[in-house]
């Protein structure tokens, strides 16, 4: 499932990932998303990964082709997972997303707070 979060507010949106997420979900997130870059070109994110957040390969596919077309849109992104994992990818695509002008940053769950705090920095 994905929730928005309620601290999201104009450009600066949070949303929490849990569970399996699959097309039907993906597509409503995407429309969402593409909803509040039609308000704001720029837009900062706040993705908190749950232990059990994973994507089915097709929606996961959709994922990545809505974000190539939008790359141009993001400023910062914030993932807060207490996943090794997802701190090690965050740190390899941190290196990829550079180049576009994108911030990127891993934060643990007990850094929610700074995170948030991170994304309205200037």
């Not at 720029?42 to 059990?52: A, G, N």
């Not at 914030?78 to 996943?83: L, T």
């Amino acid at each position: 499932m994905i929730t928005e979060l309620p601290e999201s507010e104009g450009a600066i949106v949070g949303f929490k990932v849990s569970g399996k997420i699959d097309v039907a979900e993906e597509q409503k997130w995407l429309e969402r998303m593409d909803a509040i870059i039609a308000e704001h070109p720029k837009i900062r994110v706040l993705c908190v990964l749950e232990s059990d957040a994973q994507w089915g390969v097709k929606a996961g596919l959709e994922d990545l082709k809505w974000i190539s077309r939008h790359v141009d849109n993001f400023e910062k992104i914030a993932v807060v997972s207490d996943s090794m994992v997802w701190e090690w990818l965050i740190k390899v695509d941190s290196v990829l997303a550079r180049p576009f002008g994108i911030q990127e940053k891993f934060f643990e769950m007990k850094q929610l707070n700074a995170a948030w705090e991170w994304l309205d920095k200037d």
